[in-house]
């Protein structure tokens, strides 16, 4: 059974004009640079993960703890063949967690060499946003260390800058990823 | 000095004073004027007399002279006889008045001249008794001789005598009178002058003394009677003296201290009698507001004046004034708690007795109504009867109609029953497939979340080709919102499903009802069967029994009028007893409001 046969022939051309809508691009005259991001939720905070650094996010992945590492580190998960190391993105900003026993939250592989992952309390979905639009005026964000951020989107999203945050990882703790 | 002497002594003095003056002066009055009396009785019995007889003498001795000197002129003896008779009178008479004026003769000088007068007379007689004797001789020229010789110088002598004595006299009137005119004119003059100055200087210093020894006392008392009257209790007159103002002052003194000691006392007795007052007067206010467990503090102190006794006595009649009070009051309240709750009582029973006389007054006017509907009824009845009769036998008819329809019904009832036992297994299947549409619901559902999560990578997948991954960017997220509207489809459909399912418990449980339910009505329509049987058996016995009944109820019509007539009075009976009932209420109402009104009246007391 194929996915769009429940649909009646007038439901899939409805889809049909409506998906052409949509793909039509915005700005075609004046391209401008952009940044598209993931975005996640962290406690009640949504922050983007720019997504050229992101290679899959994946749901329901068994975690095995790893003693004798820091906190931020949740273990480590096979993910399609590949053993990645699963960090809890707010510990690692520096946030304070809020987690629940047995509370299966999503985990996004990042393309880094590092293989590492990082586990969030929710994927709210993709976005893309202008660069112009960024500003570095964030005075109400809980995330301290302004080092981690690209930038903040005129509604309040915070842009990381994940290079920042992996340079600071390794520069920091060797441990994780030797 | 005087402060001892009374005042009676001392106006005695002032009188004793006046009188001795009065005396002094009429005493030397009295001395004044016998003194100008002598004066005058010394110039009016002494010096006159002694003037006149000597002009007297003096005269009857120049007469005498004449008469002698006459003989020289007689011619003959008898003229000289006549002329000697005639001398020797004059001589008689002059010797008299000699006589006499010796017996004024008073002083020396007089005595003294009068005698020499006396010589020169007897030698002037002798001398003219020889004239005589010679001119009887007829000798003229000694007569003559001697006339002129020492007869004149006796006579001459003679008067010149009685002249010194008259002048003598004359001198002597004078000084007497000149020392009588002395003492009237001014020794008298001066002398009550004196006697009056002095008098009056002894007067006004006695009655200056005594004038001032009364008015300073009495300034004194009347000082301390202004105080006394001004309030000032405590003056006192310093008066020692032992006349009447020293008593008077002692009494002074004795009433103020009696009088301050009254009013000390008097003072005394008003702050008691102000405090017992007050103290009464408190315990009034408060028996007053209703507290009659306050009890007046009784005095017993030893004041046994009669004020204290009286109080004292009035504190006891009052605590027992409101003892009694409190008695009378605690048996009010006694006898008003059992009149409230007897009247309470009587109420409750009046009130329900009233209701009860409404109650049966609306029975007994519906009571007519339906005995007059009965009335009518009966005779309807009457008339139906005979109606129901007919009726009855074509009910016999009907009824057993009725029995073969009940068999039918029967019939029809058993294939219901099967009938709803069939649509039971049927929806039990129906919820068995109701099941498994969940269970494909919750697959939909997880191959929803997977495609969302395949959509979110695909998105990735596509952003990461960059460009030319921007339309397989849009389907992603396309498939990714229909994937959420899957969710959402899922979840109404999940709902719907609990509906149906609830439903089909409900028509499951109901199918059985009904299944029940036509075993029932089978059972019942039996029953019907049964009952229409014995139904008709029994219309055919009402049908005789209605006939009976027309018969009766004839009767029922004139027993029906006299059970009205009957009930009629009832009414009127039940009226007026609920008028007396209202009536009496009403008086419980009144006797329970005065209960409660006296409660509240006695409440008000504290006992």
């Known amino acids: 059974m194929r996915v769009f046969d429940h649909f009646s022939a007038e439901e899939l051309a409805i889809l049909r004009s409506r998906a052409a809508r949509i793909a039509v691009p915005l700005h075609i005259a004046e391209p401008e640079e952009s940044v598209t991001i993931l975005l996640v939720k962290i406690n009640a905070e949504q922050y983007g993960l720019p997504m050229d650094g992101i290679s899959a996010v994946y749901e329901d992945v068994q975690i095995t703890p790893v003693p004798n590492v820091p906190e931020a580190a949740l273990g480590i998960a096979n993910i399609r063949g590949r053993i990645v190391f699963v960090l809890d993105l707010g510990s690692v900003l520096g946030l304070p967690t809020r987690r629940q026993e047995n509370e299966n939250l999503p985990v996004i592989v990042l393309t880094s060499a590092l293989e590492l992952a990082f586990q969030v309390n929710s994927v709210e979905g993709i976005e893309t946003i202008p660069k112009a639009a960024l500003t570095n005026n964030f005075p109400h964000l809980a995330l301290t260390r302004k080092a981690f951020l690209e930038g903040i989107s005129s509604d309040g999203k915070a842009v990381l800058n994940l290079n920042a945050i992996l340079d600071n990882l390794v520069a920091n703790n060797h441990s994780i990823t030797a | ?607």
Request: net charge negative; glycine share 6%; proline share 0%.
């Open chain 2, 1 to 607: 000095m005087f402060k001892n002497i009374n005042v009676g002594t001392r106006l005695a003095v002032l009188v004793v004073t006046f009188v001795v003056i009065l005396l002094v002066l009429g005493a030397f009055t009295l001395i004044q004027t016998n003194a100008i009396s002598k004066a005058i009785d010394s110039i009016t019995s002494d010096h006159i007399v002694a003037i006149l007889d000597l002009t007297t003498l003096q005269a009857s001795m120049l007469e005498l002279d004449g008469t002698g000197k006459s003989h020289f002129l007689a011619i003959s003896d008898a003229e000289i006889t006549q002329l000697d008779q005639k001398v020797q009178t004059q001589r008689a008479d002059i010797q008299t008045q000699i006589t006499n004026l010796g017996a004024v003769m008073s002083d020396t000088f007089e005595v003294s001249n009068y005698s020499n007068l006396k010589v020169s007379w007897q030698k002037f007689v002798t001398a003219q008794d020889q004239v005589f004797a010679l001119l009887r001789q007829k000798n003229t020229a000694d007569a003559q001789t001697l006339t002129k010789g020492d007869l004149a110088s006796q006579f001459n002598s003679a008067l010149q005598f009685a002249d010194d004595l008259t002048k003598h006299n004359q001198d002597q009137s004078d000084l007497v009178n000149k020392d009588a005119a002395d003492l009237t004119g001014r020794t008298i003059p001066i002398s009550l002058a004196i006697i009056i100055a002095v008098a009056l200087v002894l007067v006004i210093s006695i009655a200056w003394w005594l004038i001032r020894s009364i008015t300073q006392p009495m300034q004194q008392l009347l000082v301390g009677v202004t105080k006394i009257a001004g309030g000032d209790l405590t003056y006192r007159i310093n008066n020692t003296s032992k006349d009447e103002f020293g008593a008077l002052s002692q009494a002074f003194n004795k009433m103020g201290q009696n009088l301050q000691d009254l009013v000390e006392t008097e003072q005394g007795t008003r702050a008691y009698i102000e405090n017992m007052v007050t103290s009464y007067m408190r315990f009034v206010g408060k028996v007053s507001v209703g507290d009659l467990t306050e009890r007046v503090q009784l005095d017993n102190n030893n004041n046994s004046s009669a004020t204290s006794h009286d109080l004292h006595e009035l504190g006891a009649n009052l605590n027992g004034m409101v003892e009694g009070l409190s008695d009378l009051a605690k048996r009010i309240r006694e006898v008003t708690l059992g009149v409230s709750s007897s009247s309470a009582e009587i109420l409750a029973a009046t009130t329900q007795q009233n209701a009860s006389a409404t109650e049966q007054d609306t029975t007994v006017t519906q009571t007519i109504t339906t005995v007059e509907e009965v009335r009518q009824t009966v005779r309807q009845t009457a008339e139906r009867a005979q109606a129901v009769a007919d009726a009855s036998r074509q009910s016999v008819q009907v009824s057993r109609a009725g029995e073969k329809a009940v068999i039918e019904t029967i019939e029809g009832m058993k294939a219901i029953r099967e009938r709803v036992e069939s649509i039971a297994e049927t929806i039990l299947v129906l919820s068995g497939r109701t099941q498994q549409i969940g269970d494909i619901i919750a697959a939909v559902n997880e191959i929803a979340d997977q495609s969302k999560l395949l959509a979110l990578n695909a998105g990735i997948e596509a952003a990461r080709a960059g460009e030319e991954g921007k339309g397989f960017a849009v389907v992603a997220m396309e498939v990714r919102q229909l994937a959420e509207q899957s969710r959402q489809a899922t979840a109404r459909v999940r709902g719907i499903l609990n509906e149906i399912q609830q439903a089909t418990n409900k028509a499951v449980m109901v199918t059985e009802e009904g299944s029940k339910g036509a075993e029932t009505g089978m059972q019942l329509v039996e029953r019907a069967g049964d009952s229409i049987r014995e139904l008709a058996a029994t219309i055919e016995e009402a049908a005789q029994a209605a006939t009976q009944i027309a018969a009766s109820t004839h009767q029922q019509i004139s027993g029906m009028d006299q059970l009205s007539t009957a009930i009629t009075s009832i009414k009127q009976a039940t009226a007026q007893t609920a008028a007396s009932t209202k009536q009496a209420e009403r008086s419980a109402k009144d006797l329970n409001d005065l209960a409660s009104q006296m409660e509240k009246a006695v409440s008000r007391y504290r006992l």
